[in-house]
């Protein structure tokens, strides 16, 4: 199983690729200007399609940066 | 659409062609794709009344593909389409709008109210207008664009075809987030068909041809090897009925292929299983020269330019050869995965056009008929003979309001015999008809043969005792008849009767020495590179006694001399 890390740097690339910029495992929304709030749901389309996962209206609004992605992945 | 594709980019292009026309693509994939080739500038002022973003950033990818880079302005909200607009034309006006609110709002009404803004629109700019709405019923789309139908350079999108063929159009979460409805199925749909259909069928002319290689492009095989037990894959069958659609849609299909002829024959003869047969082709070049010099002798008989062609082949080489021989044509890598290539070709930037007009589908009729035309001109003792065996009958259509788009798509077109290039779009075309002090004409012409359509177009302004014409063009398909005089006559009398000179606006451009020529016999005057050249009318004396049939079919209009 992969763990946690694994999942962060994943995260992190595919917020990158959507950006167009580089950005850390230490990502969010408050610390990146270009994640605004129509680049952070391409983020999350990008995201559900990488794992295979659909999120609740509230999980898409409640997740802020690249660790609460990961986290998210990693649960599965 | 320039092909910017250098021969040693054939490669990039390959490249950034397969990514794009997998089956599936994800917005991650369309995000990475740079094109690295020389994209124009196209402008774009939206009016819109919810976030449209999801649909753009996808499409830049596919924009890049056809060789544009969308500048989208700035726009609010704004649930009134109140069409404020400020600073410089946009190359192109786009409502993108979300029905949904306004439908409970005004019920029946909400129809005419649209049909209204984009009225509004209409009469403020004279860019092309794109119109995208989200939430019709199909019945409700066509119903406006039939009412539509007479806003020159107005285009409804075909909204409900995307979102209909799709399993989730919707996506409830995202309304309160993001402020659109569309599911990320939806955007990337929309950005696909909005980047290489919609916007290329508005804002460049239409690709004229497809020429197709044989072994390996659109059968597996290779016939000098396999002879005709060359292999039809379920795939090469997709994508020969797809050319035969296209065919079907007003596109001229021509085959180059290094092959012996005889082959070529037996091959289409022995195999009834294949949806193309050798009459489909306009124009078939087999022989073991460039595949260029095929070309280009592919493109003189269907009398159009290499430019106007999307070609494809198997070989990359083959393709880099083209490309660097003849700057401009299109290019498509047929690989070994053949319903990518069906992808490609079904949303080849310049495919699709926003109707079949009767024009599209007389052209490739209508060139069948060039080789009888050409015996009966070499069998006749002189040109009235020949006219009087032919038969041609000339239709003159003075200010019709039913062929702005015709006229327009004539301007735009044609390359040979275009005397000042101006280039004129719907909007412009319908202000020479409506504008007492100007005029358009619309010629058609048929004989014996075919219905070549309506193939030239002029337009002219009134100034004192003179004309003036801003434009002439013929399509290339209506000359070598020997009646360009006689069309630009007729035109004059219908539209300019009265006047006694007319002073022709001519300009220089790669290809239009067919015009230039034309106006340089009919004046007698060498041609500087641009500038205007008097004629007296009528342009020709004895018409009537031609045996040449002249209709003036309408005039709509009185002119204001």
Not at chain 2, 161 to 178: C, E, H, Q, T, Y
Not at chain 2, 501 to 521: C, D, H, I, M, T
Request: aromatic share 6%; proline share 4%; glycine share 6%.
């Amino acid at each position: 199983m992969k763990d946690s890390s694994i999942f962060e740097s994943e995260v992190a690339r595919l917020a990158s690729d959507i950006l167009g910029e580089p950005i850390g495992v230490d990502g969010s929304r408050d610390t990146v200007p270009a994640w605004d709030s129509l680049k952070h749901v391409e983020i999350i389309f990008s995201f559900e399609e990488a794992y295979g996962l659909r999120l609740t209206e509230s999980e898409m609004a409640s997740m802020r940066s690249v660790k609460d992605l990961a986290d998210r992945a990693m649960k599965g | 659409m320039a092909n910017d594709f250098k021969p040693h980019g054939i490669l990039d292009k390959v490249s950034y062609a397969n990514s794009l026309f997998m089956e599936v693509v994800s917005r991650r994939e369309l995000a990475l794709l740079r094109p690295v080739w020389a994209c124009r500038d196209v402008r774009v002022r939206p009016h819109r009344n919810h976030s449209f973003e999801h649909v753009i950033s996808a499409s830049a990818a596919w924009a890049g593909y056809a060789k544009m880079s969308m500048k989208w302005q700035d726009a609010p909200y704004d649930d009134a389409l109140s069409m404020n607009v400020s600073g410089d034309e946009p190359d192109l006006e786009v409502i993108w709008y979300d029905v949904e609110t306004i439908q409970a709002r005004l019920g029946h009404g909400m129809l005419e109210w649209l049909k209204g803004r984009i009225k509004v629109l209409r009469a403020i700019s004279a860019a092309p207008v794109l119109v995208v709405l989200i939430g019709l019923r199909a019945e409700q789309e066509l119903e406006l664009v039939e009412s539509t139908k007479s806003l020159p350079g107005v285009r409804i999108a075909p909204v409900c075809d995307v979102l209909g063929s799709l399993r989730m159009p919707f996506d409830s979460r995202l309304a309160k987030i993001s402020g659109a409805r569309l599911s990320e199925e939806a955007n990337l749909a929309l950005a696909k068909h909005l980047a290489c259909r919609w916007l290329p069928a508005i804002l460049t002319p239409r690709i004229k041809a497809i020429v197709a290689d044989l072994d390996q492009t659109i059968y597996s095989g290779v016939l000098g090897e396999d002879g005709v037990g060359v292999v039809l894959t379920p795939a090469h069958a997709s994508l020969q009925k797809a050319l035969l659609k296209l065919k079907e849609s007003g596109l001229f299909l021509a085959v180059v292929s290094k092959n012996e002829p005889a082959d070529v024959d037996m091959l289409f003869a022995n195999r009834p299983d294949f949806p193309l047969r050798i009459e489909d082709f306009s124009a078939i070049e087999i022989g073991w020269g460039s595949k260029s010099d095929s070309i280009s002798k592919a493109c003189r008989k269907m009398r159009i330019d290499p430019s106007a062609v999307l070609f494809m082949d198997d070989n990359p080489g083959e393709l880099a050869e083209v490309s660097g021989s003849l700057p401009g044509i299109e290019l498509i890598h047929a690989g070994t995965d053949v319903h990518r290539t069906a992808r490609e070709i079904d949303f080849y930037p310049g495919l699709w056009s926003w109707g079949v007009s009767s024009d599209d589908i007389l052209r490739v009729a209508d060139l069948g008929a060039e080789a009888i035309r050409k015996r009966i001109q070499d069998r006749s003792s002189g040109q009235n003979a020949y006219l009087r065996e032919l038969a041609p009958e000339v239709d003159v259509w003075v200010n019709p309001d039913g062929l702005i788009g015709r006229l327009a798509e004539l301007s735009q077109k044609t390359n040979q015999f275009n005397l000042s290039l101006r280039r004129l779009d719907e909007v412009e075309v319908h202000e020479y008809v409506k504008d007492t002090k100007r005029f358009a004409v619309g010629i058609g012409l048929k004989d014996c043969l075919t219905d070549s359509g309506i193939i030239a177009a002029m337009f002219g302004r009134f100034d004192e005792d003179k004309v003036i014409v801003d434009e002439w063009v013929i399509s290339c398909r209506a000359l070598g008849r020997g009646l360009e005089s006689l069309m630009a006559s007729s035109a004059l009398d219908a539209a300019a009767s009265g006047r006694s000179v007319a002073l022709f606006n001519y300009g220089l451009g790669p290809r239009n020495k067919p015009a230039r020529e034309w106006l340089a016999r009919s004046s007698g005057v060498a041609l500087e590179a641009e500038g205007c050249l008097q004629l007296k009318l009528p342009l020709l004396s004895g018409v009537a006694d031609m045996p040449v049939r002249i209709n003036i079919r309408s005039n709509e209009r009185q002119q204001h001399f």
